[in-house]
């Protein structure tokens, strides 16, 4: 493999852990750790750490780490408008009727999320949730809005598995995100796009209010439901 494809390759491992959820917010991330922990050199490693500091999804700690950035409660009210205008807009935008084999998929990933939500399996919680979502949005086409929406997961990711820490377990979540995918698939089955919308948006408005009222910094009370308003 040549540098430049290892560069990528190392880019997207770490994007992708962003967008999953395996890092959390505050984490830092280490040059000579990654390095390790991916079977590489420090270069590649430290190329990807800078671009993903100049998209402003990791804060520069140092030369040789970086640090996932924690989220006041105004950032992430304006990071969930943008993704429910987004997101809905790819919900639009999705061919009907689906094909019984795109359903079929939708309805595995769905229930993979279901079952890792039952055993508190964070990481399948969140890479079966990711898998559901992006299967809806490259539904939808168009490489331009489904990578505005990935650059806006990468955002949110890292806040994914803070319902699973010890002093905070709250599964209720997850489970009401069973609830809307479930909607989800029974609008696609019908046809009917507009309510396939309605329920991914308000997937995405109330796991945003959950997370406003028990993980997101700056308690701003001025701000704290504006997601709940904008849905």
Same mark, same amino acid.
């Given at each position: 493999? %040549?540098?430049? +494809?290892?560069?990528?390759?190392?880019?997207?491992?770490?994007?992708?852990?962003?967008?999953?959820?395996?890092? $959390?917010?505050?984490?830092?991330?280490?040059?000579?750790?990654?390095?390790?922990?991916?079977?590489?050199?420090?270069?590649?490693?430290?190329?990807?750490?800078?671009?993903?500091?100049?998209?402003?999804?990791?804060?520069?700690?140092?030369?040789?780490?970086?640090?996932?950035?924690?989220?006041?409660?105004?950032?992430?009210?304006?990071?969930? #408008?943008?993704?429910?205008?987004?997101?809905?807009?790819?919900?639009?935008?999705?061919?009907?009727?689906?094909?019984?084999?795109?359903?079929?998929?939708?309805?595995?990933?769905?229930?993979?999320?279901?079952?890792?939500? +039952?055993?508190?399996?964070?990481?399948?919680?969140?890479?079966? +949730?990711?898998?559901?979502?992006?299967?809806?949005?490259?539904?939808?086409?168009?490489?331009?809005?489904?990578?505005?929406?990935?650059?806006?997961?990468?955002?949110?990711?890292?806040?994914?598995?803070?319902?699973?820490?010890?002093?905070?377990?709250?599964?209720?979540?997850?489970? %009401?995100?069973?609830?809307?995918? #479930?909607?989800?698939?029974?609008?696609?089955?019908? +046809?009917?796009? $507009?309510?396939?919308?309605?329920?991914?948006?308000?997937?995405?408005?109330?796991?945003?209010?959950?997370?406003?009222?028990?993980?997101?910094?700056?308690?701003?009370?001025?701000?704290?439901?504006?997601?709940?308003?904008?849905?």
């Amino acid at each position: 493999m %040549n540098k430049v +494809n290892l560069q990528d390759k190392v880019y997207l491992t770490l994007r992708n852990a962003l967008i999953r959820g395996h890092f $959390e917010p505050g984490a830092q991330l280490t040059i000579r750790v990654l390095a390790k922990a991916l079977g590489t050199s420090i270069v590649p490693v430290r190329d990807a750490l800078q671009r993903l500091v100049a998209e402003r999804s990791l804060e520069l700690r140092g030369n040789r780490s970086a640090c996932v950035p924690v989220i006041d409660r105004e950032h992430f009210a304006e990071l969930t #408008r943008i993704r429910i205008m987004l997101e809905g807009e790819a919900m639009r935008s999705i061919p009907l009727p689906p094909r019984p084999d795109q359903l079929d998929a939708l309805e595995l990933a769905n229930r993979k999320f279901e079952l890792a939500v +039952n055993r508190g399996d964070a990481e399948a919680v969140t890479d079966a +949730n990711m898998e559901f979502h992006f299967m809806l949005y490259r539904l939808a086409g168009g490489e331009m809005l489904y990578g505005m929406i990935e650059t806006l997961w990468v955002r949110a990711g890292p806040m994914m598995r803070t319902p699973f820490r010890a002093e905070t377990y709250d599964p209720i979540v997850f489970r %009401n995100g069973i609830e809307r995918h #479930r909607e989800i698939l029974d609008a696609l089955q019908k +046809n009917d796009g $507009e309510q396939a919308k309605q329920a991914l948006l308000r997937d995405i408005s109330d796991t945003a209010l959950w997370y406003q009222e028990h993980i997101v910094s700056d308690e701003d009370a001025d701000v704290q439901h504006s997601v709940a308003r904008s849905a």
